[in-house]
């Protein structure tokens, strides 16, 4: 039997057509007034995750 993907998952990650595994940047929902423009506009993009953890995302997503 097919493994089930895991649904929250699905939510927090996205994996791109050449299999990178893309997540959000940690530190966008509170105490924002504290950090500059720049550092807030730079949170909105979403980074690569490194080989090894994308590995363990990909496993868990069934990919």
Known sequence: MKPKTRKSLTKRFKVTKSGKVLRRVVGQDHYLSKKSSKK???MRKLVEM????????????GK
């Open 40 to 42: 807030k506009s730079s």
């Open 50 to 61: 490194s080989a090894p953890e994308a590995k363990k995302i990909k496993k868990l997503l």
